[in-house]
């Protein structure tokens, strides 16, 4: 079954868009909703107005928050793997 593109109007940073994606547009607007807040946050602590730096630096914060929660999954990801390596040898020296 193909997926239906749809418009979704969004504003980020005092500038309206129209996206167009599969995506729901209830989704697109909490991700417009968050890219919006980190500018917004950037914003508050550089000395710019210039939205394109501002974008690029909410774009790296947004990033690095990416590469460390991808970071703890995989570590949490070996925990488990371990623990259970570990769990199946007791089960097996039980059985």
């Given at each position: 079954m193909a997926k239906t593109t749809t418009t979704t109007d969004v504003e980020i940073f005092g500038?309206?868009?129209h996206v167009r994606g599969d995506k729901d547009p209830e989704l697109?607007?909490?991700?417009?909703?968050q890219v919006d807040g980190k500018m917004r946050e950037i914003a508050q602590q550089v000395s710019t107005v210039d939205t394109a730096k501002i974008a690029i630096l909410a774009a790296l914060n947004i990033a690095d928050e990416l590469l460390q929660c991808r970071k703890q999954?995989?570590?949490?990801?070996?925990?488990?793997?371990?623990?259970v390596t570990r769990l199946a040898e007791r089960l097996e020296g039980v059985l």
């Amino acid at each position: 079954m193909a997926k239906t593109t749809t418009t979704t109007d969004v504003e980020i940073f005092g500038s309206s868009y129209h996206v167009r994606g599969d995506k729901d547009p209830e989704l697109l607007q909490e991700l417009a909703s968050q890219v919006d807040g980190k500018m917004r946050e950037i914003a508050q602590q550089v000395s710019t107005v210039d939205t394109a730096k501002i974008a690029i630096l909410a774009a790296l914060n947004i990033a690095d928050e990416l590469l460390q929660c991808r970071k703890q999954q995989e570590g949490e990801r070996v925990e488990i793997q371990d623990k259970v390596t570990r769990l199946a040898e007791r089960l097996e020296g039980v059985l």
